[in-house]
């Protein structure tokens, strides 16, 4: 399966988006990978493809070829691997965005939106589907970039209300659980906006934030022991436990296991 991976190039857009991911593949042999826990939200864009995902069933995503129109779907705020089967031809687009960072694009509450598949004017309002037919009816990804760039500038809203705001509170986080804070958010309502920012709690988004720095220092050790307590672990052990509850693998297996595109995005392919 090709895989391309394009950061944007407008200065406004690369403080709220991380990458613009494209998936293309043309054979009938069938593709697996698996993605981890991460505190990015993707917009998943398919051209012509029925998706199977129920994650209260389990957490793994069965993409099929179809005849039908355009459709998206939003992922993220995943605390096990994300298995993906690709049966048939697919072509796919995901937007990265930074934690927090949709929210710049929409005032939609985002948690309501995770694992149904959408409408592109179900997340961003007074949009036209005809954008989807336009995108993938260009084949090259530079222009696809370039479109895609056009269109979240024009929806760029600049809601920065409590992005900021947030993030240092949860900095400051050390005793979650009924107080009231200083600047007048108790733990219920710190829990809530962190929802409809970041698509999950502050406890959770905590852990995933060390998760990921551990997979780009595993990329450069095997010493585990290092790694556990340059991120804060308790132990060696305390990081193993941690690490296969987000991957379901050892770190040793993982790291042989692992691919990374373009040094950015972290998965394990032919699964």
Known sequence: METLLFKPQNPLLKKHIQYFLFFR????????????ANTNICLALYQASTVFYNPKDSNRCTVLASSDEPTCRLYGAHQSAFEVEVHGSLDQVCVLFHPGSLK??????????????????????NTHHSFLNRLFDERDYATRVLLLESFFLRLFNGNTIDKKRLAEMLQAEQKYGGVQYSAGMSAS?????????FGQGPKSYQKTIRFRKSLNVLAETSDFTQLALQLGYFDQ????????????????IFKAKMNRVQNEFTWITNV
């Open 104 to 125: 710049m694009f929409t005032r939609e509450h985002i948690d309501t939106l995770f694992n149904e598949e959408l409408l592109l004017s179900d997340i961003f309002k």
């Open 25 to 36: 593949k043309n054979s009938n042999n069938p593709f697996g990978y698996k993605s981890f």
């Open 189 to 197: 309502t710190l829990y809530r906006r962190f929802l409809d920012h």
């Open 237 to 252: 052990s305390h990081f193993i436990r941690d690490f296969k509850s987000f991957t379901g693998l050892a770190p040793g």
